[in-house]
């Protein structure tokens, strides 16, 4: 008898969605000092100006994103590290570390994922006219949060 | 980023700073020690070009490096990362996401009577 162990599969067995929404308020409060909750991604639907995104790869495989729009990603720059905040550049840099420590929350969260799930280098992408798609084809967990009143969308795009 | 929020959690925490000098990778990292005399080394695992763990495996051929104390600030909070480590040579270990009380927690020790 064989035994489905895929990311896909163990992400319905144990129910990764509220370990993903802990992993996002958590870093959000330590990091950020702002609470969020979990709000409908369809009543709000976050601007696509700044997506970051961290891959997977081992016992767990896909794409981490964080999105919002550009105002709210300078928002979260200033609020990382101040007025200090002045280039483009550095709202990059911000954005992509949330996105890392999310990811990085996530799979610390994860029970038997001990050294076994490897991290990429952030990458942030930034203009208007561009989309987003990760070429994965497992499940996708969405957590949108309302940070000072705008929505950021964080997805987990996993390999079947 | 990631180093700017931790220069301001140092002082924040009340560690005093003379001077920083940053690196983006190992490697730079490795060029920096061999330039400059520091008395603490704080660094990602992830990190492109040379990893963290890398780097710290290597600081021992940086004769300015030799004896100073290494704390990892980093997302990869696995047991196995922990032990690769402080096996390597660190002497610290902070997971992201973290607080300055934190940062003060495991860098004010192995400071010691240098801050």
Redesign the interface.
């Known amino acids: 008898m064989s035994v489905d162990t895929s990311a896909a599969v163990r992400s319905h067995e144990e129910n990764w969605q509220p370990v993903l929404e802990l992993a996002v308020e ?2 959000f409060e ?2 950020l000092g702002c609470r969020v909750r979990p709000t409908s991604k369809a009543e709000h639907q976050a601007g696509g100006e700044f997506t970051a995104m961290v891959g997977l790869a081992g016992a767990l495989c896909g794409v981490l994103s964080v999105c919002c729009d550009a105002q709210t990603a300078s928002r979260l ?1 200033r609020r ?3 007025d ?1 905040v002045e280039s483009e550049e ?1 709202v990059s ?2 954005l ?2 949330i996105c ?2 999310v ?3 996530f ?2 969260k994860l029970a038997g ?3 076994r799930c490897m ?3 952030p990458t942030v992408i930034s203009g208007g006219e561009y989309e987003f798609r990760s070429l994965t084809d497992g499940d996708t967990l969405d957590v949108c949060v309302l940070f000072e009143g705008a929505p950021v969308a964080v997805q987990l795009a996993l390999h079947g | ?2 180093r ?2 931790v220069e ?1 959690s140092l002082r924040q925490a009340g560690i005093d700073l003379e001077k920083v000098v940053e690196a983006a990778n190992g490697a730079e990292a490795l060029g920096a020690l061999r330039e400059n005399k520091v008395d603490l080394i704080l660094c990602d695992i ?3 070009v040379m990893d963290g763990l890398e780097f710290v495996r290597q600081i021992g051929t940086v004769a300015n490096a030799k004896g100073v104390p290494i704390v990892m600030i ?8 922990v032990v690769q480590a402080l096996s390597a040579g660190a002497r610290g270990y902070i ?5 300055p009380d934190q940062v003060k927690e495991h860098v004010v020790p192995v400071l010691g009577k240098k801050l």
């Open positions: 958590e870093v330590i990091m720059a990382m590290l101040g200090i550095q840099d911000a992509g570390e890392n420590m990811a990085g929350n799979k610390n994922m001990d050294g991290l990429s280098v | 980023m990631m700017k929020i301001r992830n990190m492109p980093t997302t990869e909070g696995s047991e196995s990362h997971r992201k996401p973290f607080t």
